[in-house]
């Protein structure tokens, strides 16, 4: 494998590598770093069957895993899964006939992790979880084979953004989603920022901009963004850094579909209408879709704002609560 970052995002990014990320965490893996341990919220029922000493070199900025309504038998990859954290808590989730893959470059962090899943395959009775050493710009996994892609405040530690979604959208089968959790600079980080290897290790010099963030994953043609800003996290030079979590779908308007029957959704409120992929929805009125479309509107996060109905069924999905954006 090789270390150095060719295809730098910004000039000032050539000055930090791959290599310079590595030896941070390598350093991290073997003495916890308090300083790089953002407040998340895992669910405490999540974490009972993981060892203690992956908790305690936990360096995430959010738990994407607990928010991604994981169903049994799905196939989740997390990206710079250091510890494994979320990989063990997503192992619970997909259960035996699902399977979990963490990609991290840094051995001292696979070391860890892969001497921990053990541990957890005892505790969770089966064995579903396998870290592989690799990057993120180049992800050890085969094309379109992935349900879900995680990753927890680690995008902004690559020196090549657009390759790693890229990687994403690959390796994610038609309909997958993206769910990422990472720090995001409410402006562009300044050259002499990005050039200092220690802030860029501590994920804040790395970070984007929500909009170069949002532009990565739509010229990587992923849809459905949905946007959730958690917290401030810190604020360096006068320049305040907050943790996101974002979500998108591989989501083809365009495919050839073998089933091109219509279903309807009907946007259940609370505002008067919504616009979702350039289409208006008006609450209470039904509005024709194709089955992909449904599916994507029944998933997870979605789920309680549409009601979809399938007149060959006529009888309409399940229907409620949680609220959030669409664009
Ligand atoms: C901030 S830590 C987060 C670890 C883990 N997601 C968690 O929540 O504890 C970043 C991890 O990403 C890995 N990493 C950073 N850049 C990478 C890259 N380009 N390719 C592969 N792994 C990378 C590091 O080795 C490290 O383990």
Known sequence: ???????????????????????????????????????????????SHIPKEVTEISYGCGSPVGRAGLREGEVMVDLGSGGGIDCFIAA???GETGQVFGIDMTDEMLDIARKNASQVVINLGYNNIEFKKGFLEDIPIE???????????????????????????????????????????????????????????????????????????????FNGLLIKKDYLWK????????????EGFKYETNRNLPDSRSVFATYAGPFDSVIFQGTTFPISIPIKIDKFTAELLSSHSYKGQFIITDPEIEKPTEINTESSCCD
């Not at 930090?16 to 893996?29: G, L, M, N, P, Q």
């Not at 604020?235 to 974002?246: D, G």
Request: with cysteine; hydrophobic share 35%.
């Open 235 to 246: 604020e360096v030079a006068n320049i305040k850094f907050y943790s996101y979590t974002i």
């Open 143 to 221: 094309d379109t084979s992935v349900d879900l892609v995680t990753s927890n405040c680690v995008i902004n530690l690559s020196t090549n953004k657009n390759a790693v979604f890229k990687e994403i959208h690959r390796i994610l089968k038609h309909n997958g989603r993206f769910l990422i959790a990472d720090i995001i600079s409410e402006i562009e980080v300044p050259e002499e920022m990005r050039i200092n290897k220690e802030l860029w290790g501590e994920c804040i010099s790395g970070a984007l901009t929500l909009k170069e963030f949002l532009d990565h994953a739509s010229n990587n043609k």
């Open 1 to 47: 494998m090789n270390d150095s970052s060719p295809q730098a995002d910004k000039t000032s990014d050539k000055n930090i590598s791959r290599a310079d990320v590595k030896d941070f965490y390598s350093e991290a893996a073997v003495t916890a770093q308090d300083n790089l341990c953002c407040p998340t919220e895992y669910d405490l029922s999540d974490l």
């Open 92 to 94: 619970k989730h997909v």
